[in-house]
Antibody, heavy 121, light 108 residues
Framework: QVQLVQSGAEVKTPGASVKVSCKAS????????MHWVRQAPGQGLEWMGW????????NYVEKFKGRVTMTRDTSISTAYMELSRLKSDDSAVYYC??????????????WGQGTLVAVSS | SSELTQDPAVSVALGQTVRITCQGD??????ASWYQQKPGQAPVLVIY???KRPSGIPDRISGSSSGNTASLTITGTQAEDEADYYC???????????FGGGTKLTVL
């Protein structure tokens, strides 16, 4: 069965960086784009960008360009999202999600369990 | 600001039917997908494409679309349907993803 298992909660100080991992299993990792979505406390879902695990190509929301880096290690079927120069409003739960894009359909069929990132001085 | 607009909150009596809507110009081109999120949990896909349900999603949950509006309908609403519901689709460029602001469904 498909599973996306994320790394554990992190506490960071402002200005630091955080790197969240997302280990995929149950399918061919390089066959599906991996997206990252975050959710601040009490807020909605905010899409951050994607990585094509096959080629390593990325696409980020303008808001995060220059601060976010999405990478992958195909040898261990793991995607990473690193966010730098953290601010207090980066405190959120960060999710990885597998995208299905075929035959006009475009949706996230599997999600990681989420990684809480708390930014506080 | 989101390109997809949802009502922030909707309530429904137990056993009744409720419709949650999602509006946006890109829905004239792309299907919306819908996610259910309960407190402390990751979102779960409930509807995608033209009214398709993943395995395990009850058939009391359905989707539809007309013009720039996608709808999620729950018939015979159960207590366990109380959750936040989010729609999502592509943005106007087709290259990015956008989520609606979410609708909190309360079952009375």
């Amino acid at each position: 069965q498909v599973q996306l298992v994320q790394s554990g909660a992190e506490v960071k100080t402002p200005g630091a960086s955080v790197k969240v991992s997302c280990k995929a299993s149950g399918y061919t990792f390089t066959d599906y784009y991996m997206h990252w979505v975050r959710q601040a406390p009490g807020q909605g879902l905010e899409w951050m960008g994607w990585i094509n695990p096959n080629r390593g190509v990325t696409n980020y929301v303008e808001k995060f360009k220059g601060r976010v880096t999405m990478t992958r290690d195909t040898s261990i079927s793991t995607a990473y999202m690193e966010l730098s120069r953290l601010k207090s409003d980066d405190s959120a739960v960060y999710y990885c999600a597998r995208l299905i894009a075929m035959a006009g359909n475009y949706y996230f069929d599997y999600w990681g369990q989420g990684t809480l990132v708390a930014v506080s001085s | 600001s989101s390109e997809l607009t949802q009502d922030p909150a909707v309530s429904v009596a137990l056993g009744q039917t409720v419709r949650i809507t999602c509006q946006g110009d890109t829905l004239r081109i792309y299907y919306a997908s819908w996610y259910q999120q309960k407190p402390g949990q990751a979102p779960v896909l409930v509807i995608y494409g033209k009214n398709k349900r993943p395995s395990g999603i009850p058939d009391r949950i359905s989707g539809s679309s007309s013009g720039n509006t996608a709808s999620l309908t729950i018939t015979g609403t159960q207590a366990e349907d109380e959750a936040d519901y989010y729609c999502n689709s592509r943005d106007s460029s087709g290259h990015h993803v956008v989520f609606g602001g979410g609708t909190k469904l309360t079952v009375l």
